[in-house]
């Protein structure tokens, strides 16, 4: 069964600095991962995702990720944090021909101002 | 285009009443989940649906039932309401396919309260 781990419960980083939350994944076959983001009391927003190809993802806001298929890891990255860019962001990893999408737990990012 | 639409918003229930969660999609999904979402522990997949009238169980489906007679809504009951479910519950659609890398479209949520 796929699973995804999100190392970190929450990330703090200044305004204007890089911002990185970390994934590590294990499926078995070639994956499907995304990135989604989640603001206070909404629903979850889809940011980014890799399919094939390309290992660097560029995706909404400013946001890219990197498929490290050695390390088995996607980490979301984003050059220039914003304070808007504070929220909760969840990895997820589907294999190909499974509809069931497996959720890491979370990480809040906090960017300070 | 609405997208994923649920409701309500926002309930509170005592303890052994019954309610139902309302799910609905416009952009005539085949597949639809419905999430449970729990501090610590991420999202949280309770019951699923490929098409009209196939559902099928998910990582958490105790005290929860599902059906599916139309394409575009998926309703999520409870039968029984225990304070262990307390939680915001999410709904998510897509086309079918999965081997095309679908991306999963969320609803808003719905934040349930068991007292």
């Known amino acids: 069964a796929q699973s995804v781990a999100q190392p970190e419960d929450q990330v703090n980083v200044a305004e204007g600095n890089p911002l990185t939350v970390k994934c590590t994944y294990s499926v078995s076959g070639n994956p499907y991962l995304f990135w989604y983001v989640q603001y206070p009391n909404r629903g979850l927003q889809f940011l980014l995702k890799y399919i094939t190809g390309d290992n660097l993802v560029k995706g909404s806001y400013g946001f890219e990720a990197e498929f490290n298929k050695s390390q088995t890891s996607f980490h979301l990255k984003k050059p220039s944090a914003l304070v808007s860019d504070s929220a909760l962001y969840f990895c997820?990893?589907?294999?190909?021909?499974?509809?069931?999408?497996?959720f890491g737990k979370g990480n809040q990012v906090v960017v300070i101002p | 285009n609405a997208g994923v639409t649920q409701t309500p918003k926002f309930q509170v229930l005592k303890t052994g009443q019954s309610m139902t969660l309302q799910c609905a999609q416009d952009?005539?999904?085949?597949?639809m989940s419905w999430y449970r979402q729990d501090p610590g522990m991420g999202l949280r997949l309770i019951h699923y649906s490929v098409g009209a009238g196939i559902t099928d169980q998910g990582e958490v489906p105790n005290g929860y039932n599902v059906s599916r007679s139309t394409t575009e809504d998926f309703p999520l009951r409870l039968l029984s309401a225990a304070p262990s479910q307390t939680s915001v519950y999410f709904c998510?659609?897509?086309?079918?396919?999965?081997?095309?890398?679908?991306?999963?479209?969320f609803g808003e949520g719905s934040w349930l309260t068991v007292v």
């Open positions: 997820a990893v589907r294999p190909p021909g499974n509809n069931r999408l497996a």
């Open positions: 952009m005539n999904h085949e597949y």
């Open positions: 998510a659609s897509k086309p079918r396919q999965a081997g095309e890398g679908n991306t999963i479209y």
